[in-house]
């Protein structure tokens, strides 16, 4: 079932990761869970995406976005920065680009996407089963 990626800019309910990673061909393939629904977003080419801890991601006044859980960035750090983690191939009006960035809030994770279209988005059927992190042990 297909849905647009501006259904899931509205949706306002935490989520939780999945999973996240390359799909072969250039392609990127994240799942995340929203309350009791899974959705696979799935981005044709992409240039960078990282994983960040939520709890010591910096969060920046300054960037204009879309969306809450999902969002779509129109002005950020990382994407004032791809100039500095390219060679310079990244926009080429025939073959990609612009590049664009996307971001999934998650809990205990933020995932930054760089791509160069917007993700088509449908429902999964995968079990909602977020990333498991592990216990930490602290000396005491």
């Not at 989520?15 to 390359?22: E, T």
């Amino acid at each position: 079932n297909v849905m647009i990626f501006d259904d899931l800019l509205l949706r306002k309910e935490w989520m939780n990761l999945g999973s996240i990673a390359d799909a072969g061909d250039n392609r990127l393939r994240a799942v995340v869970h929203v309350e009791e629904e899974t959705y696979e977003l799935l981005w044709d080419r992409y240039f960078t995406f990282m994983v960040r801890d939520e709890g010591a991601a910096a969060f920046r006044k300054e960037e204009m976005y879309s969306g809450l859980g999902v969002r779509h960035f129109s002005d950020s750090w990382l994407l004032g920065s791809v100039s500095e983690i390219s060679n310079g191939l990244h926009d080429i009006p025939e073959i990609r680009g612009p590049v664009q960035h996307y971001g999934l809030y998650c809990m205990n994770h933020i995932v930054d996407v760089l791509a160069y279209e917007t993700p088509l988005v449908s429902e999964s059927k995968e079990p909602n089963q977020p990333v498991q992190t592990r216990p930490t042990s602290r000396p005491v």
